[in-house]
């Protein structure tokens, strides 16, 4: 029922920018903390940013701070990623998370709920 879709991932040139969408359906934002995660082929699991249900909270990992801009749209169920100044070793499958909790937590263990991924490559 609770079903978690990312899309906007493609191939983009170093500098370049995307912007991801993950959407919602058999939840609300309201009852989580939504995520951004992404995994290397080989690599394990990273966190790359977080944000509250009410949008007030943000969180970034350390390799995409200043770079990415997480936010979220409650009347369309929607979380977004804004990527910026894209670099080869963020080339990754990027998936969304939900995580209900009260406090952001980093540990993909943590997370209920993932979709299925969206590629992001970009070339040097």
């Known amino acids: 029922q609770v079903q978690l879709v990312e899309v906007g991932g493609g191939l983009v040139q170093a500098g370049g920018s995307l912007r991801l969408s993950c959407a919602a359906s058999?939840?609300?934002?309201?009852?989580?903390?939504m995520g951004w995660f992404r995994q290397a082929p080989g690599n394990e699991r990273e966190f790359v940013s977080a944000?509250?249900?009410?949008?007030?909270?943000?969180y970034y990992g350390d390799s995409v701070k200043g770079r990415f801009t997480i936010s979220r749209d409650l009347a369309k169920n929607m979380v977004y990623l804004q990527m910026n100044s894209l670099k080869p070793e963020d080339s990754a499958v990027y998936y969304c998370a939900a995580d209900r909790s009260p406090t952001l937590r980093l540990g993909e263990s943590y997370y209920d709920y993932w979709g299925q991924g969206t590629q992001v490559t970009v070339s040097s």
């Open positions: 944000i509250s249900w009410n949008g007030r909270n943000t």
């Open positions: 058999g939840l609300t934002l309201r009852s989580y903390f």
